[in-house]
């Protein structure tokens, strides 16, 4: 049975045309730097985000503790959203192999760390503290609703950040949803971050990898810690091959997404039961909470979706997330709201 899956973008399989150029990519040992599709997908990624140089990496998170692990030292502190992936989902990468201490702070309603908890949380000359080294932002911040953060607030805490000496790095798992969806360049929305990670694997639909952007300075050096993290891979223009038509036709699709996560959120909006985030979609994620007269919870009505032929992300036992993407065409929402409708009679 080939299913609806709205669980998350990171599901998306390759598009018939990721399948031919995979199958005829020109490839040769990238840790030589000797593969000509690796070599171009970095060239292409670096120009997109206005960065000089760009490292091809097998996972988000990879990137993300890899730009930690160049930017700080051990015993160094980190500023994070309390919401952030970095902080909640990745493992405890920073601590546990960079010896890094987060800072966790809260995240505002609209995904953005607030300036003055920023500069509040940044410590001072003391003999006692952490060096606080780097601000972290996630755009989109994907649990407060896949909310895009403007270009003018990542100047505002790319500035503060600066003046005191620190650096700015963004998980941009989803940055060109979040330049998509308020139709800006997407190198706007990055030019005051020192590195930037953005994931090829989830709404661009490659089926691995991820880039990261920053100087070159930085990229040699992040190219070292890949390295030693064990992720120097080899010939893998195969995988690359798919990235380039992320980055060239796919990023170009997005609004797409944009659109059918917005009709998908009016859908159910109609259906009793279900109550949708009052300004849910910002981008390709619908959340929603079960209302308070339904007796089952998410679990199980996941299971009943599920016999309908469509599988959907719990966050916890009364919410869920819906994520659109490639293989989301305007039949499948239909038949998801129908679904809901139906496991909710
Ligand atoms: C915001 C964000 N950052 C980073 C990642 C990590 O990406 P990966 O799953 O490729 O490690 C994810 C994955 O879902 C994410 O949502």
Redesign the pocket.
């Known amino acids: 049975m080939e299913y609806i899956d709205l669980r998350?973008d990171?599901v998306t399989k390759p598009t018939p045309e990721m399948r031919e150029a995979m199958a005829e990519a020109e490839v040769g040992d990238d840790v030589y730097r000797d593969d000509p599709t690796v070599n171009r997908l970095e060239e292409v990624a670096a120009e997109k985000l206005g960065k000089e140089a760009a490292l091809f990496v097998?996972?988000?998170?990879?990137?993300?503790l890899i730009a930690l692990l160049v930017h700080c030292q051990r015993g160094d502190e980190v500023i994070v959203g309390k919401l952030?992936?970095?902080y909640l989902?990745?493992a405890g990468g920073m601590s546990a192999l960079g010896g890094i201490q987060p800072c966790p702070i809260q995240n505002q309603p609209d995904g953005t760390l607030a300036l003055d908890d920023v500069l509040a949380s940044i410590r001072s000359e003391d003999v006692h503290h952490p060096i606080t080294r780097l601000v972290c932002l996630?755009n989109?911040?994907?649990i407060c609703g896949g909310v895009p953060l403007t270009a003018e607030y990542t100047r505002q805490v790319g500035d503060l950040a600066h003046h005191h000496d620190l650096f700015l790095h963004i998980?941009?798992?989803?940055i060109f949803n979040s330049a998509a969806a308020q139709n800006v360049a997407v190198n706007e929305l990055v030019e005051p971050a020192d590195s930037v990670?953005f994931?090829l694997?989830?709404g661009l639909a490659a089926p691995v990898?991820?880039m990261l952007v920053g100087g070159q300075k930085f990229i040699t050096r992040a190219r070292h810690i890949r390295k030693m993290l064990g992720g120097g891979m080899r010939q893998v223009g195969v995988i690359a091959a798919a990235g380039l038509i992320s980055l060239e036709r796919m990023a170009r699709r997005l609004s797409e997404d944009h659109a059918r996560a917005k009709k998908l959120a009016d859908g159910l909006r109609q259906v009793k039961g279900l109550v949708v985030d009052a300004n849910s979609p910002f981008t390709n994620m619908v959340y929603l909470n079960l209302s308070e007269d339904v007796p089952a919870d998410a679990h199980q009505i996941t299971q009943k979706m599920k016999d309908f032929g469509v599988l959907v992300d719990p966050e916890n036992t009364r919410r869920f997330r819906l994520v659109t993407h490639y293989w989301i065409d305007d039949q499948a929402v239909e038949q998801t709201i129908s679904a809901f409708k139906q496991t909710l009679n």
């Open positions: 998350s990171t097998p996972s988000g998170t990879m990137g993300n952030s992936h970095i989902n990745e996630e989109t911040q994907n998980d941009g798992a989803r990670m994931c694997s989830k990898g991820s």
